[in-house]
């Protein structure tokens, strides 16, 4: 059973930054075909997509209301996917899952086929 866990959410004062960590289980997941991708959601919305990489080749897309100020970013090695978030404003404030999806299929809710647990961000202004 795959297994993603977050982590490096927190309370930060507008303007400052974050950087969340995804580490994946290694188990039955062969991440050659696929993408990662952290999304976000809060209480009483849908799940946001924010940003996705393709895994063996780092391909990357943003959505518009991050791009410029969050970067993805991810360790071959260690299984896990960052996500570097700065100039933080308070409309970023939303629980912050990470999620693995197929490599062509277009980054979206739909697409996921495992769901990390999620860490919490807040931002303060």
């Known amino acids: 059973d795959v297994q993603l866990v977050e982590s490096g959410g927190g309370v930060v004062q507008e303007g400052e930054s974050l950087r969340l960590s995804c580490t994946a289980s290694?188990?039955?997941?062969?991440?050659?075909?696929?993408?990662m991708a952290w999304f976000r959601q809060v209480p009483g919305a849908e799940r946001e997509w924010i940003s996705c990489i393709s895994w063996n080749d780092g391909i990357k897309n943003y959505a518009d209301s991050v791009r410029g100020r969050f970067t993805v970013s991810r360790d071959m090695e260690k299984n896990t996917l960052f996500l570097q978030m700065n100039t933080l404003k308070p409309n970023d404030t939303a629980m912050y899952y990470c999620?693995?999806?197929?490599?062509?299929?277009?980054?979206?809710?739909?697409?996921?086929?495992?769901w990390g647990r999620g860490t919490q961000v807040t931002v303060s202004s």
């Open positions: 999620a693995v999806q197929p490599k062509y299929a277009p980054c979206s809710r739909s697409n996921v086929e495992y």
């Open positions: 290694e188990s039955e997941l062969s991440f050659t075909w696929r993408a």
